[in-house]
Every structure is written in structure tokens, then in C-alpha cells.
């Protein structure tokens, strides 16, 4: 009897020890399925040669966004430990950014440049491709907005590329649909700040104008990446980003 009573304690060890392993690996899937993970390139690392170099590329991708996503998985946690500010977290990074003011001040700058940084560079990987792709025909509903905001599809490169050699510092470069308005605009950002952090802006191109985003090739000479930039330009995105913007705006009437 000693022994069947001590193989049914064993068995029930052995029972809340398997409990305790299931709970804890419970815990630490939902922890690593909330994280945000480093999104792969859509392309190679060299697929942006000659405009973009393979070395910028790697380090750009996997130490600057990698950083970025360290922050904001950070910050996340953070909000997400507290009653009080977990339904930030559960917003969803874009979300959250519009909604800098609600966040704990301990927590702002690191949702702000953590989130923004790594929102921003997802974008940015997007608005190229290898080669690029054909620029808007004026036919096209993109083409057909530029004319009408610009003048001409080249009239608003020249504008992009005036406002992305004049940014003083480090920023973005940015054209975004303007949900209320219904237009297209042009506009920097310091640091790693977005415009979708306001409600009506839609970003559709991204231009990273941070030294570590073409220092290694350009050095000092920022308008040669701008110009480079442009050959590789992926207006097939930026076509399905206004689509999708004008579509959200329809909706929203």
C-alpha cells in the first residue's frame, strides 16, 4: 500500500509538474506572439545595387530596424504589464502611434522613435524594388493625382527631392494622401516621426534620409542617394498604397 500510495504521489507530481510547463509555455508563446518580429527584405541585400549598396543594406536591415524593434517590443511589454495602459498595446504599433499622449511619459520616446523607426523602415523597404518599376502614367489614378497636386509626375520628383536635400539633420522624406482633404502632399519628419501619426495622413513613399541609410556609398553627398533613389522606386506600391488611402477615405465619408 506504502508503494501504490507513493506511485500515485509521484503521478501526481508529475501531473503538476507537466501543468506547470504547459502554463509556462503558454505564457511564453502569447509574450513572443504579441512581439513584433524584423520583417524580411522583399528583395536580396545586393538587389539595390548600384543606387543602394549590399553593405548599407545589411547593416541598415538588421542592426538600425533590428534596434528599432527592440525598442517598441520593449515598450509594448511595458504597456502591456500595466491595467492601465494594456488596451495601448493591444492597438497594434500603428495604432498606438496616434495616440502618443495617452502613453506613460516614461514610455513616450520609446514607443515614439522605437515604433516610428520601425513602422517607417517597413515602408521604406516597400518603396523600392530592384530596377523600380515604370513612373505613373498620367492616365493612371496615381498619375492623374500628382498631375493635378504637382503639374507634372516630374515636377513633384523635383519637389521630393528639393524637400529630401534640404532636411536638415536626420528625417524622413514623405509623400502621403490626405484623408480629409483628399490630395496628395509632400513633407519631412525629424528623426524617426511619421506622418501617420496624424489621423488624416496616409504614407505612401518613404525616403530614409539618415546618414546610416547611404553614408558607406554617398558619404556627404546626400543628393546623389536621392537621385539614385529613384531608380529604384517601386511605383507599384505607391499605386496600391493611394488605391487602398482613397478607398479608406470613400469609407470613411
Request: hydrophobic residues 45%; aromatic residues 10%.
Amino acid at each position: 500500500s506504502h508503494r501504490a500510495m507513493g506511485l500515485l504521489f509521484s503521478s501526481r507530481v508529475a501531473a503538476v509538474a507537466a501543468l506547470i510547463v504547459a502554463i509556462a509555455h503558454t505564457c511564453t508563446s502569447e509574450v513572443v506572439a504579441q512581439n513584433l518580429e524584423l520583417p524580411k527584405l522583399p528583395y536580396d541585400y545586393d538587389a539595390l545595387e548600384p543606387a543602394i549598396d549590399k553593405e548599407t543594406m545589411q547593416i541598415h536591415h538588421l542592426k538600425h530596424h533590428q534596434a528599432y524593434l527592440n525598442t517598441i517590443n520593449t515598450a509594448l511589454t511595458a504597456l502591456r504589464s500595466e491595467e492601465s495602459t494594456k488596451y495601448l498595446a493591444k492597438m497594434g504599433v500603428d495604432e498606438v502611434l496616434k495616440h502618443l499622449d495617452e502613453i506613460p511619459a516614461a514610455l513616450q520616446a520609446p514607443v515614439r522613435n522605437g515604433g516610428g523607426g520601425f513602422v517607417n523602415h517597413v515602408l521604406f523597404w516597400n518603396s523600392m524594388c530592384p530596377n523600380g518599376t515604370k513612373v505613373p502614367d498620367p492616365s493612371e489614378p496615381l498619375g492623374e493625382a500628382l498631375v493635378a497636386e504637382f503639374g507634372s509626375v516630374m515636377a513633384f520628383q523635383d519637389a521630393f527631392h528639393d524637400k529630401a536635400i534640404k532636411l536638415f539633420g536626420s528625417g524622413w522624406t514623405w509623400l502621403s494622401y490626405d484623408l480629409t482633404a483628399s490630395k496628395l502632399l509632400i513633407s519631412t519628419t525629424p528623426n524617426q516621426d511619421t506622418p501617420a501619426m496624424a489621423a488624416n495622413l496616409v504614407p505612401l513613399l518613404a525616403l530614409d534620409v539618415w546618414e546610416h541609410a547611404y553614408y558607406l556609398k554617398y558619404q556627404n553627398k546626400r543628393m546623389d542617394y536621392v537621385t539614385a533613389f529613384w531608380t529604384v522606386v517601386n511605383w507599384e506600391e505607391v499605386s496600391r498604397r493611394y488605391q487602398e488611402a482613397r478607398g479608406k477615405a470613400k469609407q470613411e465619408l
